[in-house]
């Protein structure tokens, strides 16, 4: 009965890794972004999309990792992006889900979302700072998260509580980004998330709760600053 079991959960999680897959292939070679228009049929609860912010080649969710500008091109807007998160929060759990740890990359616009009755972490997302889309955040977030990603297939308990995540990160930072430090960190669902760097905050990276492993979220792009949000 054990086996069988087991054996079914194991074709879930495959199931799920294969339809991530398609969904990140997908996103890396989503439609063009330009002044006239911008792309639609983005995956996730509730994609929102502002026209008139545009770059050539954008790769949606994955972080603009193969985005080219147009010269003219500008960020939206932080309070825009703002209240582009708070309508994209409402998709998650009620209109009292708080969005806090505002944060400005070159990329992106970030923040953790909270549920105000447990005071509990559940999600981090992000609004594209030059085309406005809010999505989740890819990598934990999608992968690893026990609430709303396909981590919600784990099982058992936790291996790692916070102190001895952050000790995983400080090793792994030995030798990523010598002489980086743990500035933040954030409990979410089935992982932590670190803020970290030489003399203020310049990335972020997870670890898994279960396993140990480390997740560089490398989409940002530079960390431009942060705005002490609680809405």
Same mark, same amino acid.
């Given at each position: #009965?054990?086996?069988?079991?087991?054996?079914?959960?194991? /074709?879930?999680?495959?199931?799920?890794?294969? /339809? !991530?897959? $398609?969904?990140?292939?997908?996103? #890396?070679?989503?439609?063009?972004?330009?002044?006239?228009?911008?792309?639609? =049929?983005?995956?996730?609860?509730?994609?929102?999309?502002? +026209?008139?912010?545009?770059?050539?080649?954008?790769?949606? #969710?994955?972080?603009?990792?193969?985005?080219?500008?147009? +010269?003219?091109?500008?960020?939206?807007?932080? *309070?825009?992006?703002?209240?582009?998160?708070?309508?994209? !929060?409402?998709?998650?759990?009620?209109?009292?889900?708080?969005?806090? *740890?505002?944060?400005?990359?070159?990329?992106?616009?970030?923040?953790? /979302?909270?549920?105000?009755?447990?005071?509990?972490? &559940?999600?981090?997302?992000?609004?594209?700072?030059?085309?406005?889309?809010?999505?989740?955040?890819?990598? +934990?977030?999608?992968?690893?998260?026990? @609430?709303?990603?396909?981590?919600?297939?784990?099982?058992?308990?936790?291996?790692?509580?916070?102190?001895?995540?952050?000790? $995983?990160? @400080? *090793?792994? $930072?030995? =030798?990523? /980004?010598?002489?980086?430090?743990?500035?933040?960190?954030?409990?979410?669902?089935?992982?932590?998330?670190?803020?970290?760097?030489?003399?203020?905050?310049?990335?972020? $990276?997870?670890?898994?709760?279960?396993?140990?492993?480390?997740?560089?979220?490398?989409?940002?792009? +530079?960390?431009? =600053? *942060? &705005? @002490?949000?609680?809405?």
């Amino acid at each position: #009965m054990a086996d069988r079991k087991n054996l079914i959960i194991g /074709l879930l999680v495959l199931i799920i890794i294969l /339809l !991530a897959v $398609l969904i990140f292939r997908s996103m #890396m070679y989503s439609p063009v972004y330009n002044p006239a228009g911008y792309p639609s =049929g983005k995956m996730g609860p509730g994609m929102m999309h502002n +026209p008139g912010y545009n770059y050539t080649y954008g790769s949606g #969710m994955m972080g603009n990792m193969m985005a080219v500008y147009y +010269p003219e091109s500008r960020p939206i807007a932080q *309070d825009e992006a703002l209240k582009i998160m708070q309508n994209f !929060a409402r998709e998650y759990s009620s209109n009292k889900t708080e969005i806090e *740890d505002f944060m400005v990359f070159s990329s992106n616009y970030y923040a953790v /979302l909270k549920d105000p009755s447990t005071g509990q972490y &559940i999600a981090e997302i992000l609004v594209d700072r030059y085309s406005g889309s809010a999505y989740p955040e890819p990598g +934990p977030n999608m992968m690893w998260n026990t @609430n709303y990603g396909a981590g919600r297939a784990q099982t058992g308990g936790k291996d790692y509580d916070l102190a001895e995540s952050e000790k $995983l990160a @400080n *090793d792994f $930072l030995a =030798g990523y /980004l010598p002489g980086a430090q743990i500035i933040e960190s954030k409990a979410m669902p089935g992982y932590y998330t670190f803020d970290f760097g030489w003399n203020g905050i310049e990335s972020m $990276l997870s670890v898994n709760a279960y396993n140990g492993q480390v997740w560089v979220h490398t989409w940002h792009g +530079p960390y431009i =600053g *942060d &705005i @002490n949000v609680t809405s």
